[in-house]
């Protein structure tokens, strides 16, 4: 094939892309937070609609939702319900 070279990860693992297919992307990567209807300084938390000063929002890399401290899992860096996803991935990855 002429042209276009996909960049090929081969330390990718299958379980990882199992896992990408489970994930339901809300947002593009780099598209903001949803703003505060009511303070307008303010961004709402994706998973918990709750708003937060845009500086407490985090994106996450799978599904593309901002999320809070209170919704943010520091071990996987995702927010909480793609952590949930990894973990059940993780756990019947053993093969
Ligand atoms: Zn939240
Ligand atoms: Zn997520």
Same mark, same amino acid.
Not at 24 to 40: A, L, N, S
Not at 42 to 59: A, F, G, I, K, N
Not at 81 to 93: P, V, Y
């Given at each position: 094939?002429? $042209?276009?070279?996909?960049?090929?990860?081969?330390?990718?693992?299958?379980?990882?892309?199992?896992?990408?297919?489970?994930?339901?992307?809300?947002?593009?990567? $780099?598209?903001?937070?949803?703003?505060?209807?009511?303070?307008?300084?303010?961004?709402?938390?994706?998973?918990?609609?709750?708003?937060h000063?845009?500086?407490?929002?985090?994106?996450?890399?799978?599904? $593309?939702?901002?999320?809070?401290e209170?919704?943010?899992k520091?071990?996987?860096?995702?927010?909480?319900?793609?952590?949930?996803?990894?973990?059940?991935?993780?756990?019947?990855?053993?093969?």
């Amino acid at each position: 094939m002429p $042209g276009r070279e996909a960049p090929k990860s081969n330390d990718a693992p299958d379980r990882f892309r199992e896992l990408k297919k489970e994930i339901v992307v809300m947002r593009k990567q $780099g598209e903001p937070p949803v703003k505060d209807p009511h303070t307008f300084a303010q961004y709402m938390c994706d998973l918990c609609s709750t708003p937060h000063p845009v500086s407490e929002l985090r994106q996450c890399v799978l599904c $593309g939702r901002w999320a809070c401290e209170a919704c943010w899992k520091d071990e996987y860096y995702t927010c909480k319900s793609c952590a949930g996803l990894i973990k059940i991935h993780s756990m019947k990855g053993r093969e």
